[in-house]
């Protein structure tokens, strides 16, 4: 397990058009024994964070911030070096299987090593014999969770790992992540889903217009949410029992090529007010943070 701080940190994609503002002043931070929930709606940031983390942003760049692990800077470390000391040693990235096949070869060394990997997430060996279009979802996550496993590293990043898969292979995938925990393994798990964290992680960010709007212990996250835009989230969960009314949140999320000033949320705020056209500041609560002017 391992100690990180992320500081102010900021990514752009530059794009014909323009710079996008993908990640805007991201902090948070995690004690050795802490794993993360990162949640949030397509496009707010969730994956960008996850790969500034590991320096594999194609097309992005940190244009600010610092990342920190077990109290040393890790930002201005050179290619090589990160190479040689962190990536995949230390931090380690779960994509979706498709993207993944792409940068690999399943043949030689790195089918022997694979095999070990495979015993941790309880598969087979022959699956390597497979055809991908032979594999199911669950066995392709797993398989994917394998290649992220091989060099067992402190602190694995899974972005949607439990995307399109039925409930009965998720919880298969989350018993999993439970269970590299058990075993000394930090885990960032980015996700749409908010249901699935509380399970699995104690701290939360909710990430909203590519900012951090929240973040905090994960029993003070779900039992006394702040941020108007995470409230808007629980209440979008549905439960098996009683008669709650599944709520939505109406409007679209706010165009990160030139956002306006001010909370990104506030075209959608149900409880906005004058003073959110300017940016919100960040109020200390119980176990983390919230930007939001309400709580002034
Ligand atoms: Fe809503 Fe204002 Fe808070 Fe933004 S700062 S979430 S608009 S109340």
């Given at each position: 397990m391992v100690k990180m701080q992320i500081s102010d940190l900021s990514v752009n994609y530059e794009t014909s058009s323009g710079d996008v503002h993908a990640l805007e002043n991201v902090e948070f931070q995690l004690e050795d024994n802490e794993s993360i929930g990162i949640a949030g709606e397509s496009g707010c940031g969730k994956s960008t964070l996850g790969l500034s983390i590991i320096k594999m942003i194609q097309g992005g760049k940190i244009i600010a911030g610092e990342i920190t692990l077990d109290e040393k800077s890790?930002?201005?470390?050179s290619e090589s070096e990160f190479d040689d000391t962190i990536r995949w040693k230390v931090f380690t990235i779960e994509q979706q299987f498709d993207q993944i096949l792409k940068q690999?070869?399943?043949?030689?060394d790195f089918q022997k090593t694979m095999h070990n990997s495979l015993d941790t997430v309880n598969l087979s060996h022959s699956i390597l014999k497979k055809y991908p279009h032979e594999l199911s979802g669950g066995m392709k996550q797993r398989i994917v969770l394998a290649m992220a496993l091989l060099l067992e590293p402190k602190f694995v990043i899974a972005d949607?790992?439990?995307?399109?898969?039925?409930v009965l292979i998720q919880a298969q995938i989350i018993n999993l992540l439970k269970s590299l925990k058990k075993n000394g393994v930090s885990i960032m798990l980015i996700t749409?889903?908010?249901?699935?964290l509380s399970e699995i992680v104690e701290k939360i960010g909710i990430m909203y217009g590519g900012k951090m709007v929240e973040f905090g212990s994960s029993t003070e996250v779900y039992r006394k949410p702040k941020h108007p835009y995470t409230k808007g989230l629980l209440d979008s969960i549905p439960t098996l029992r009683g008669e709650k009314k599944l709520k939505f949140i109406p409007g679209n999320p706010p165009n990160l090529l030139s956002p306006e000033p001010g909370c990104r949320f506030f075209d959608r705020c149900p409880e906005a007010m004058d003073k959110c056209k300017k940016n919100p500041p960040k109020i200390k609560t119980d176990s983390g943070y919230v930007l939001c002017w309400l709580y002034e």
């Open positions: 890790i930002s201005n470390m690999h070869d399943f043949t030689g949607e790992p439990t995307t399109a898969l039925d749409h889903d908010l249901a699935i």
